[in-house]
């Protein structure tokens, strides 16, 4: 049986819902499908400051990646939701054993337990 506060694990997860399509929402306003735009390219391709446009070359590009990053977050969160919902929360989505609440706790999402993590980790590094 695995041992776990669903109760909270659920308000956690839906905060974290609402603050990651929060976040993207602001990131895109409102448009999904946005992608933050090249501020080079914005400008009309006028050439500015060479440090200026890396800076904000640099600035797009920390952009896109935390839209990604919310992104996948989201969809993760979204699914342990699911789980939730389905009656196979917190067991491994590797082996079906349980995942450990202490694990839980840190990481909400957790599709694997430790074991089956490292076993993912190494089989997908290159």
């Not at 990131?27 to 946005?34: F, H, I, N, S």
């Not at 914005?42 to 839209?67: F, K, Q, Y």
């Amino acid at each position: 049986m695995v041992h776990y506060d669903a109760a909270a694990i659920r308000q956690r997860l839906e905060a974290d819902r609402q603050r990651l399509e929060d976040d993207i929402y602001q990131r895109t306003q409102g448009d999904e499908a946005v992608i933050p735009s090249d501020p080079i390219s914005d400008s009309g391709g006028t050439r500015g400051h060479s440090a200026e446009e890396a800076d904000a070359m640099a600035d797009a590009e920390r952009s896109n990646l935390v839209l990604g990053n919310s992104r996948t977050l989201l969809e993760q969160v979204r699914a342990a939701l699911q789980r939730l919902d389905d009656g196979t929360y917190g067991f491994c989505q590797r082996c079906g054993k349980p995942i450990e609440a202490r694990r839980l706790e840190a990481l909400p999402y957790a599709v694997y337990d430790l074991e089956c993590q490292e076993i993912v980790e190494r089989e997908t590094t290159p």
